[in-house]
């Protein structure tokens, strides 16, 4: 079974879609630890490295989604995980451009459908 940690970040505490996006990817046979609103990315790549985490998704839609996602991606190699960062959520183009740089996997917009945001987690992991 593939393990996926899920979280929000920033100060987005508009958590509806991720736990939704969560509950479809247990229902697709992931074992998902959702750490829950406002974590620090210092905490995302803790967790996700305890928990051999074989992708981590991301979720802001208040701004800040191309900072915290680089950071996040960073922390991880850094820690010596491979594991493939998708991410969710509204930025400003040149900020979701640097995070792609930076090496996220994939990111999804508004109107992103659930087959294929589980799609791509499947794919990524």
């Known amino acids: 079974?593939?393990?996926v940690v899920l979280a929000k970040l920033g100060l987005d505490g508009h958590d509806v879609g991720v736990r939704l996006i969560g509950k479809h990817l247990?229902?697709?046979g992931f074992e998902v630890v959702y750490?829950?609103?406002r974590v620090a990315t210092a905490t995302i790549v803790q967790v996700a490295v305890q928990e051999d985490a074989d992708a981590v998704g991301l979720?802001?839609?208040s701004g800040?989604?191309?900072h915290f996602a680089s950071l996040t991606v960073e922390g991880l190699r850094r820690e010596g995980s491979e594991a493939p960062v998708l991410a969710g959520?509204?930025?400003e183009p040149a900020e979701i451009d640097r995070m792609m740089a930076a090496g996220v996997h994939r990111h999804f917009g508004p109107g992103a459908s659930m087959e294929e945001i589980v799609a791509a987690f499947r794919e990524a992991t």
Do not use: T
């Open 1 to 3: 079974m593939k393990r």
């Open 26 to 28: 247990a229902d697709a």
């Open 35 to 37: 750490l829950g609103k």
């Open 59 to 61: 979720s802001c839609l």
């Open 64 to 66: 800040g989604l191309g």
């Open 89 to 91: 959520g509204i930025d």
